[in-house]
């Protein structure tokens, strides 16, 4: 399976606020993605980390992975409004395979 | 930066009626995906496509629905005959090969409301 579980399913914070979210996944991976879909819109890849790597950054983002776990945490900085949206991992690329995802709402 | 783009973005159509949904990939792109999501879930697969040929469908996927790529640019979804339950938010999404192959890019979905 290329889906990985998110966690929380919810996070609701105030805008400048650092949000956390979790990701679990069950097979060995090559690597692993995190996407974000704004409410009704299309889905953004925001960062891949791969399977040598321990941490990566981009802007506000920070992922972190642990392979021995088989986890992986998103970090946002500095929270926007904007960040408001839903927010899934998945490993591998061939077909993603969709969970609920966790649901962000940042609050001004 | 590159994008796949979608038209239309939304339609609504007559319960019956054959709905046709484009999409033009990345250029360099080779591996090709259609996904839909009603609205209130979760994202669904549906197909993807490959060297001209279906590569893998789910079971939404019927005999209802079909892809092509009729050319060198386009990506089209077309449902036979629609019904009420065909209505969502329809995904195609479009992947490199390489390094470059490792994420999907999604445009920005086409809304089917079939009344």
């Known amino acids: 399976s290329q889906q990985g579980e998110e966690d929380p399913q919810a996070l609701s914070i105030q805008e400048g606020e650092n949000a956390t979210m979790n990701c679990s996944y069950k097979t060995s991976i090559n690597n692993l993605q995190w996407y974000r879909q704004n409410s009704g819109r299309g889905l953004v890849h925001l960062i891949l980390i791969r399977s040598n790597e321990r941490e990566k950054h981009s802007g506000r983002l920070r992922v972190t992975l642990d392979t021995s776990k088989k986890s992986s945490s998103l970090l946002i900085t500095a929270s926007r409004a904007a960040d408001t949206a839903s927010y899934f991992c998945f490993t591998g690329f061939q077909k993603l395979v969709f969970g609920t995802g966790t649901r962000l709402l940042v609050s001004p | 930066e590159p994008e796949v783009t979608q038209t239309p973005s939304h339609q609504v159509t007559q319960m019956g009626q054959e709905v046709i949904l484009r999409c033009v990939p990345i250029?360099?792109?080779?591996?090709f995906y259609w996904y839909r999501q009603i609205l209130g879930q979760k994202v669904e697969f549906l197909v993807s496509?490959?060297?001209?040929?279906?590569?893998?469908k789910s079971e939404i996927f019927d005999d209802q629905f079909s892809v092509e790529r009729p050319d060198g640019s386009n990506f089209t979804l077309k449902i036979r005959s629609t019904k009420l339950e065909d209505s969502a938010m329809y995904f195609c999404?479009?992947?490199?090969?390489?390094?470059?192959?490792?994420?999907?890019?999604f445009g920005e979905g086409s809304w089917l409301t079939v009344v």
């Open positions: 250029s360099n792109h080779l591996y």
């Open positions: 999404a479009s992947r490199g090969t390489g390094t470059s192959g490792n994420t999907i890019y």
């Open positions: 496509f490959y060297n001209n040929e279906i590569s893998e």
